[in-house]
């Protein structure tokens, strides 16, 4: 299958930083194997067809720079920084609390054109408060499907099953792509 809508979280190097009194059991690693930037660009390519398509892809500050320089040498524009502001977040070293992540728009060739309907309906800021760890805003998944409702679309490094879209990540069983559809209903 081709994919037209390519969504993906890389697992970028990380840590947790320093360890705190009030968790003292917790280590510095992260909850899930990380990546090189090398290996991301090479798992990211082998999802991206030659055809007109786009990328969401999500990044932190500290790789902020270097995910548009991956994308543009794999032969991308970028169309747009958009912002999800999670209302809480973590502060490193104890200063100010980074509550931000950015999901860079990205397009190959030709801008795929949205659905006509959405045109003007977003902004480039999600407000939505984080849950959990590496957990994204469902108003992503949402403005995607809506923009884009009727192309093919893979999650990338996924942790979770989205009816509609296909799935590939360790975190998904056998890391195989997996399509989940609506059941059908019965007459």
């Not at 290996?39 to 082998?46: L, Y």
């Not at 209302?87 to 397009?107: D, K």
């Not at 408060?129 to 469902?138: C, D, L, M, Q």
Request: proline share 6%; net charge positive.
């Amino acid at each position: 299958m081709i994919y037209r809508v390519i969504y993906t979280d890389p697992p970028w190097k990380q840590s947790k930083g320093g360890l705190r009194k009030s968790r003292p059991n917790q280590g510095k690693s992260l909850d899930y194997d990380t990546i090189s930037i090398e290996e991301i660009q090479s798992i990211q390519r082998s999802f991206m067809p030659e055809q007109d398509h786009v990328v969401f892809m999500w990044t932190i500050d500290k790789y902020l720079h270097e995910s548009e320089t991956m994308m543009k040498e794999l032969g991308y524009r970028l169309h747009a920084r958009i912002i999800w502001d999670k209302e809480n977040g973590v502060a490193p070293a104890f200063t100010i609390r980074y509550s931000h992540e950015y999901l860079l728009w990205f397009y190959k060739n030709k801008l795929l054109p949205i659905n006509a309907e959405q045109r003007g309906k977003y902004t480039t800021v999600i407000r939505e408060k984080a849950t959990s760890h590496s957990v994204k805003p469902k108003a992503a998944y949402e403005m995607i499907e809506r923009l884009y409702p009727d192309q093919p679309k893979i999650e990338l490094f996924a942790r979770n099953l989205r009816f509609g879209w296909s799935s590939w990540g360790k975190e998904v069983p056998k890391q195989i792509c997996i399509n989940i559809e609506k059941p059908q209903e019965e007459s």
